[in-house]
């Protein structure tokens, strides 16, 4: 799998968009991006993914460039319980290379 | 949906002592992976099965550890004997493995302390 660069923390006050970024610049072409997060003394937490299209849900939303080398993740009105560590994996769908491997994330602390 | 549960949530044991824990991944999965968290080391995958057949363990740090899938619905992972460096959260997680997005599910982790 690609390795990928994240900053290691982040904050963001309350209410205001969270934007945290990835860099893969090796991704190849049948890698998705996935995104997790670990809230303190919980198990990891999918929240989106996406292979080169943009992508959103009712957690948050995913910006994939051009040219597929780096990705943000945006949580629209971030709020105190999404302070938490962030995760950012590139992974090879399908076969038997289907494992996630976890860096080291973004440490995002969102405050009042 | 139930999520994936794992026992026991807290174990505390004596160095030496063998420790089992438990997974039972989300009914219909196909996939299970067994990961550990320490603050030095991060998230580690330690081995995956899929259909209940072990695919990659180069994870597995020794033969202290072993994991089994007897079937769809359960999973352990054994450490005999135990000592203190293997004190850490152990997650398992699952997911069903199609051609296209799989998304992996964690449990809540069972937190081992071996003194």
């Known amino acids: 799998d690609a390795k990928t660069t994240q900053p290691p923390s982040m904050d963001c006050a309350e209410g205001r968009a969270a934007n945290l970024p990835c860099n893969h610049s090796?991704?190849?072409?049948?890698?998705?991006v996935y995104w997790y997060r670990q809230i303190h003394s919980q198990g990891p937490q999918y929240i989106i993914h996406?292979?080169?299209n943009n992508e959103t849900n009712e957690m948050a939303s995913l910006i994939i460039t051009e040219d597929r080398k780096s990705s943000t993740l945006i949580l629209p009105h971030a709020t105190l319980r999404d302070t938490a560590v962030y995760y950012c994996?590139?992974?090879?769908?399908?076969?038997?290379?289907?494992?996630?491997?976890f860096g080291t994330g973004t440490r995002l602390q969102v405050t009042l | 949906d139930a999520g994936v549960i794992q026992s026991p949530r807290h174990e505390v044991t004596e160095m030496g002592q063998e420790v089992t824990l438990r997974c039972k991944p989300i009914?219909?999965?196909?996939?299970l992976f067994w990961y550990r968290q320490t603050m030095m080391r991060g998230l580690e995958l330690l081995i995956y099965?899929?259909?209940?057949?072990?695919?990659?363990d180069s994870g597995m740090p020794e033969d202290r550890f072993s994991a089994k899938m007897p079937n769809a619905s359960f999973s352990t992972l054994k450490i005999q004997p135990s000592e203190p460096r293997d004190s850490a959260v152990y997650f398992c997680?699952?997911?069903?493995?199609?051609?296209?997005?799989?998304?992996?599910?964690f449990g809540e982790g069972s937190w081992l302390t071996v003194v």
């Open positions: 997680a699952s997911s069903l493995r199609r051609r296209a997005g799989n998304t992996i599910y």
């Open positions: 090796t991704i190849s072409g049948n890698e998705y």
């Open positions: 996406g292979l080169k």
């Open positions: 994996i590139v992974r090879v769908e399908g076969g038997t290379a289907s494992k996630l491997t």
């Open positions: 009914s219909g999965h196909n996939s």
């Open positions: 099965f899929n259909n209940n057949v072990p695919i990659d």
